[in-house]
Nanobody, 121 residues
Framework: QVQLVESGGGVVQAGGSLRLSCAAS????????MRWYRQVPGKQRELVSV???????TYADSMKGRFTISRDNAKNTVYLQMNSLKPEDTAVYYC???????????????WGQGTQVTVSS
């Protein structure tokens, strides 16, 4: 079974920075896309950023220039560096990996447990 474990959330003042990490463990062949989502109570989960297996990155408009996604394939880990944080960035952040359990199989999505990010004004 594949498990994703997140770390790095916390409380920070507006303008500050946090770095989230998400590491996969278990038995699998490879990881395709790695994604970060966030969710505020009462609202739909929102896509924050994606990094493909080839390193191509995309960001939601409100995060461009402030957030940076990266991955370490040797460690099966994705990072989200968040700078210039705003109170509206307060949410639970979830990682999501599309994992190929065996060669030739389609990817399966796995989710982290979520980590709370709170930005105070």
């Amino acid at each position: 079974q594949v498990q994703l474990v997140e770390s790095g959330g916390g409380v920070v003042q507006a303008g500050g920075s946090l770095r989230l990490s998400c590491a996969a463990s278990g038995r699998f062949f490879s990881i395709d896309d790695m994604r970060w989502y966030r969710q505020v109570p009462g609202k739909q989960r929102e896509l924050v950023s994606v990094i493909t297996s080839g390193g191509t990155t995309t960001y939601a408009d409100s995060m461009k220039g402030r957030f940076t996604i990266s991955r370490d394939n040797a460690k099966n880990t994705v990072y989200l560096q968040m700078n210039s944080l705003k109170p509206e960035d307060t949410a639970v952040y979830y990682c999501n990996f599309r994992v190929r359990l065996r060669p030739g199989l389609r990817g399966t999505d796995y989710w982290g447990q979520g980590t709370q990010v709170t930005v105070s004004s």
